[in-house]
């Protein structure tokens, strides 16, 4: 699994800050009223079972990269990001932290920030990007 | 004072979140040697000192500077970038939001500060040693 701990909403006053992904997506389901709650639910199912086989793809056990495709934003993305040695090692090392600062920048347009922790430095990915438009449900109040 | 709206602190043996810098420093406080503890208020002290230094010499409001020199790890580093008014209006302004990270390593202390305005954000980063080098009472 993808170490996310923090997750940080910025853009509220005060911001919030959730210790762990689990607990911000429980809370975003909780919070959400039907339809949306469904939506949320199906789509956290379909990216589940899109990280299993992302991690498939570049020969990893498939509970390494649970949570990743959430890091950028889309499942599109998310398979580029992975090809790149890099990235594939730094999110597969449980070792490494990561957090996550979740902000709206303009209608329908939201950044990702992840910063991944390791422990000689800190590597920053930025996700700008027009979600489709379930994901973009995810980001409303 | 610096609108710094959350703090992540991350160890090797774990990571805590702050939603404001007063209850960042009294855990910093509390985990710390009575030694360590006594360095780290002098530390606050000559901080509070910069930053009313910094908003005399810039023309700012002392509340609007306050803290400033957590962003930057050291004071010397700080007064550096601070000359620049660009890192000047993005850290001051009240309507920024401010997102500070901390990892402490065998290595040294990682920060990454992200200032959020309405509509985007600029990342600053910087590595320190100290003031940010805070050891639990047990590792002391």
Same mark, same amino acid.
């Given at each position: 699994?993808?170490?996310?701990?923090t997750?940080?909403?910025?853009?509220?006053?005060p911001?919030?800050?959730?210790?762990?992904?689990?607990?911000?997506?429980?809370?975003q389901?909780?919070?959400?009223?039907?339809p949306?709650?469904?939506?949320l %639910?199906?789509?956290?199912?379909?990216?589940?079972?899109?990280a299993?086989?992302?991690a498939?793809?570049?020969?990893?056990?498939?509970?390494?990269?649970?949570?990743?495709?959430?890091?950028?934003?889309?499942?599109?993305?998310?398979?580029?990001?992975?090809?790149?040695? +890099?990235?594939k090692?730094?999110?597969?090392?449980?070792?490494?932290?990561?957090?996550?600062?979740?902000?709206?920048t303009?209608?329908? +347009?939201n950044?990702?920030?992840?910063?991944?922790?390791?422990?000689?430095?800190?590597? %920053?990915?930025?996700?700008?990007?027009?979600?489709?438009?379930?994901?973009?449900?995810?980001?409303?109040? | 004072?610096?609108?710094?709206?959350?703090?992540?602190?991350?160890?090797?043996?774990?990571?805590?979140?702050?939603?404001s810098?007063p209850?960042?420093?009294?855990y910093?406080?509390?985990?710390?040697s009575?030694?360590h503890?006594? +360095?780290?208020?002098?530390?606050?002290q000559?901080?509070?000192?910069?930053?009313?230094?910094?908003?005399?010499?810039?023309?700012?409001?002392?509340e609007?500077?306050?803290n400033?020199?957590?962003?930057?790890?050291?004071l010397?580093?700080g007064?550096?970038?601070?000359?620049?008014?660009?890192?000047r209006?993005?850290?001051?302004?009240?309507?920024?939001?401010? %997102?500070?990270?901390?990892?402490?390593?065998?290595?040294?202390?990682?920060v990454?500060?992200?200032?959020?305005?309405?509509?985007d954000?600029?990342?600053?980063?910087?590595?320190v040693?100290?003031?940010f080098?805070?050891k639990?009472?047990?590792e002391?």
């Amino acid at each position: 699994m993808v170490n996310i701990k923090t997750v940080t909403i910025v853009g509220t006053e005060p911001v919030a800050v959730y210790e762990d992904f689990d607990s911000y997506w429980r809370d975003q389901v909780a919070r959400a009223t039907e339809p949306r709650k469904s939506k949320l %639910i199906r789509l956290k199912q379909h990216w589940d079972w899109g990280a299993v086989c992302f991690a498939q793809s570049v020969d990893l056990p498939p509970p390494c990269l649970a949570n990743v495709i959430f890091l950028f934003g889309s499942p599109e993305k998310t398979y580029i990001e992975l090809n790149k040695p +890099k990235v594939k090692e730094l999110l597969s090392n449980p070792d490494n932290i990561v957090t996550l600062q979740l902000k709206k920048t303009a209608p329908g +347009k939201n950044a990702i920030i992840a910063l991944v922790h390791t422990q000689e430095e800190t590597e %920053i990915f930025i996700t700008q990007i027009y979600l489709p438009m379930d994901a973009t449900e995810l980001f409303k109040e | 004072m610096v609108n710094i709206q959350s703090i992540v602190h991350i160890t090797n043996s774990g990571h805590h979140a702050f939603n404001s810098f007063p209850e960042y420093w009294n855990y910093a406080l509390a985990r710390s040697s009575p030694r360590h503890r006594e +360095k780290l208020k002098k530390f606050k002290q000559v901080s509070d000192l910069f930053s009313d230094g910094i908003a005399e010499k810039y023309g700012y409001k002392k509340e609007q500077t306050k803290n400033v020199s957590f962003l930057f790890g050291r004071l010397s580093q700080g007064n550096k970038k601070l000359e620049d008014v660009f890192i000047r209006e993005l850290v001051f302004s009240l309507e920024h939001q401010v %997102i500070l990270e901390i990892k402490e390593t065998d290595y040294g202390t990682h920060v990454v500060v992200t200032v959020h305005r309405e509509n985007d954000f600029e990342i600053l980063s910087t590595v320190v040693t100290k003031p940010f080098e805070i050891k639990p009472q047990s590792e002391q």
